[in-house]
């Protein structure tokens, strides 16, 4: 009984040793603290959003100049690029988009078959588990 409490008493102790020593680290007020790997965050920069006399942003109140603008090459070469893009695709073949309809058209209808000749399977054979547990009756 003796060795049971003293065995208690130092668990306890063991245990009360390390969380003692996380106390210090512990705010003793409830001032709010901010992380230091948040107050070192840098700044993103000045906004081009306008405020008011009371340093609120305007709300609708955009920039008064616009940023920089893509140079007129740079337009031009992106249009040269893509103007003969539909010109450049090969369109699908009719021939070859009505062979393609035909085969779905076979293998639903393969499919429905199919399921038709299960489920015509699947009644006859309950009729006939249940005409064979009415005998058994």
Do not use: H, W
């Not at 031009?76 to 103007?83: E, G, L, N, P, S």
């Amino acid at each position: 009984m003796v060795k049971r409490r003293l065995g208690l008493v130092a668990t306890l102790a063991l245990i009360g040793a390390p969380l003692s020593a996380c106390q210090p680290l512990l705010p003793r007020d409830d001032t709010p603290t901010i992380l230091p790997r948040l107050a070192t965050a840098p700044n993103s920069g000045p906004s081009a959003q306008r405020m008011d006399a009371n340093g609120y942003p305007l709300i609708g109140a955009y920039p008064k100049a616009a940023t920089q603008q893509v140079s007129n090459e740079d337009v031009q070469a992106t249009r040269d690029r893509f103007a003969n893009v539909e010109a450049r695709s090969v369109p699908p073949s009719d021939t070859a988009y009505r062979s393609r309809v035909g085969e779905m058209q076979t293998l639903a209808a393969r499919q429905q078959a199919e399921a038709e000749a299960r489920l015509r399977a699947a009644s006859t054979g309950e009729a006939a588990g249940d005409a064979a547990s009415s005998r058994a009756q």
